[in-house]
């Protein structure tokens, strides 16, 4: 069956998110579109995943629970689990490894935690946009140690990607998956960098604002819906 996925979406959690992005806006859209998996992926955290779960629940729309990791490299990776529980205690790990400086949300905005009624339950004052001091060389044991999968995040984009920042995706880094952010590059993109023709290609929104949630163009297919089954697909070489 065809499912139909975006699994790269910020909240009001992320400082470049906008704050109409809480649970309730977010699972919305994504029923409206008519998506069928989403990624709840803020910045270096995964505190409001609980609550976008919460809200999904009622929608039976699947939410993977995870994060856009920022390694020692300034590589953006997409890490996600199936349960909230894995999500929340790497969320705990990687808060113990990122750079602790005060966020200025006149600046950056400001980096909500939100209850399932869109209530604002609380506010980080680390700045969640950061390196942390995890490296792109580790970072898939790293994720795989705590249930997830990871994978490079918008590598055809010219800053905090890892084409952008090494030129090229080591296949000793163990992604099998990597994410286009336009996909239309991919034929290019596989031509410039061979190792692609054996990865995993997904394309997500990035979305940080309502309006940038996609349409339901990308999918997967599986037996039955489930993070579960999601994860494992991500996980696999092609």
Do not use: W
Not at 106 to 117: F, K, P
């Amino acid at each position: 069956m065809k499912f139909y996925y975006d699994l790269h979406i910020h909240s009001c959690l992320s400082p470049c998110g906008d704050m109409d992005m809480t649970p309730n806006n977010i699972v919305n859209m994504a029923k409206l579109l008519g998506l069928n998996i989403i990624a709840l992926t803020d910045h270096n955290s995964s505190l409001n995943c609980e609550a976008i779960m919460k809200v999904a629940k009622k929608h039976s729309l699947c939410v993977l629970p995870g994060m856009e990791l920022t390694t020692s490299e300034e590589i953006h990776v997409v890490c996600l689990f199936d349960s909230l529980d894995k999500a929340l205690n790497f969320s705990e790990y990687v808060s113990s490894h990122q750079i602790k400086i005060k966020n200025r949300a006149d600046i950056y905005g400001r980096q909500v935690i939100m209850d399932e009624n869109d209530n604002e339950v609380g506010e980080l004052d680390d700045l969640l946009i950061l390196a942390t001091d995890i490296s792109i060389s580790n970072v898939c044991e790293l994720v795989k140690s705590f249930g997830g999968v990871c994978f490079p995040a918008h590598i055809d984009r010219e800053s905090c990607s890892v084409l952008s920042v090494l030129g090229e995706i080591d296949k000793d880094f163990g992604f099998n998956t990597t994410e286009i952010f336009d996909i239309s590059k991919k034929d290019v993109l596989k031509k410039s960098h061979p190792i692609l023709n054996n990865m995993n290609i997904v394309s997500n929104s990035d979305a940080h604002y309502l309006e940038n949630m996609r349409e339901p163009k990308n999918f997967f297919e599986l037996d039955s819906l489930s993070a579960e089954n999601v994860i494992e697909l991500l996980s696999k070489q092609k």
